[in-house]
């Protein structure tokens, strides 16, 4: 497309106005007819865009016979849109002084639950704490049981990783898997070798992650049908999460080490 005729779809002109203005440029005056041809425009559609174009002072019409058009000379013609922008740019300037006593004002007037937020889908879920890892600045407690949103796997994942470079502790509470215990446990020796601190339980009564003391995620286990369950809250509220953090280490003070966990189920890795 040539450069002239982009240039006039960046001010506001549609392709079909620009290629049809561009077209008046190059004689005196054209038919509709002439003009549907030469910039290969509908004929149907030639009518509704010189219409347009006159409205905005790009086009004249000709009186005579028959229904003539000529291009407005360039010079003159954009003065029109040039102080049509001047107009909006005023309108533009005046606005964030006009509209901000409004959006102040809706502190009085939030929600009592806009500090709750649910996610219902795995990678949702998985996004929103990874976010939540990456913004934490100094701690992040978990409990930990399946079925799990994220995956399995014997290392800790990428985020978390970066998370702990920065000097976040992660410190985690993990439910024991019982159908497979030799994998649980080699998971939890690689996580607390990797940096994680690691305690095992033999029941947590929900899932949950505290990042820092003011927000936390959890999930209630649908006991109908557990693989079921994908439904995560968040909520910001630091009175909420001052009770799950002294909640969370009631939990952690009962909780096996990773080596009594492996001594007390005579497991050796």
């Known amino acids: 497309m040539n450069e002239h005729l982009v240039k006039l779809m960046e001010v506001g002109l549609t392709e079909n106005e620009a290629k049809v203005y ?4 190059r004689k005196q005056t054209f038919t509709a007819t002439e003009i549907s041809q030469c910039c290969n425009v509908n004929r149907s559609r030639i009518y509704s865009v010189l219409e ?3 409205n905005k002072g790009l086009c004249i019409e000709t009186l005579g016979k028959i229904r003539r058009f000529k291009a407005a000379s360039p010079e003159i013609a954009f003065d029109k849109l040039i102080n049509e922008q001047n107009e909006k740019l005023k309108i533009l300037n005046s606005l964030p002084g006009l509209l901000s006593p409004i959006y102040q004002s809706n502190s009085d007037n939030s929600s009592p639950l806009e500090f ?3 996610y219902g889908t795995p990678a949702s879920i998985i996004k929103k704490h990874h976010t939540l890892e990456l913004e934490s600045k100094d ?3 978990s409990f930990c049981k399946s079925p799990y949103a994220m995956s399995n796997d014997l290392d800790i994942h990428d985020e978390q990783e970066e998370s702990m470079k920065t000097g976040v502790v992660f410190r985690s509470i993990f439910e024991v898997e ?3 215990i030799d994998f649980f446990a080699r998971r939890m020796k690689n996580f607390e070798d ?3 601190e690691i ?5 947590l009564p929900i899932k ?3 990042f820092d003391d003011h927000t936390v995620m959890f999930s209630m286990i649908n006991q109908v049908n557990p693989d079921q369950n994908l439904t995560y809250m968040v909520i910001e509220h630091s009175d909420l999460a001052e009770t799950l953090i002294t909640t969370f280490y009631k939990y952690w003070d009962k909780a096996l080490t990773v080596n009594e966990f492996l001594i007390k189920e005579n497991i050796v890795l």
Request: charged share 20%; proline share 0%; net charge negative.
């Open 52 to 54: 347009s174009l006159i």
């Open 139 to 141: 701690i992040v407690l």
């Open 178 to 180: 019982k159908d497979d």
């Open 116 to 118: 709750i937020e649910v």
């Open 22 to 25: 561009s077209c008046l440029l």
């Open 208 to 210: 949950l992650h505290v």
């Open 194 to 196: 990797q940096g994680e």
């Open 199 to 203: 305690k095992v339980a033999y029941h």
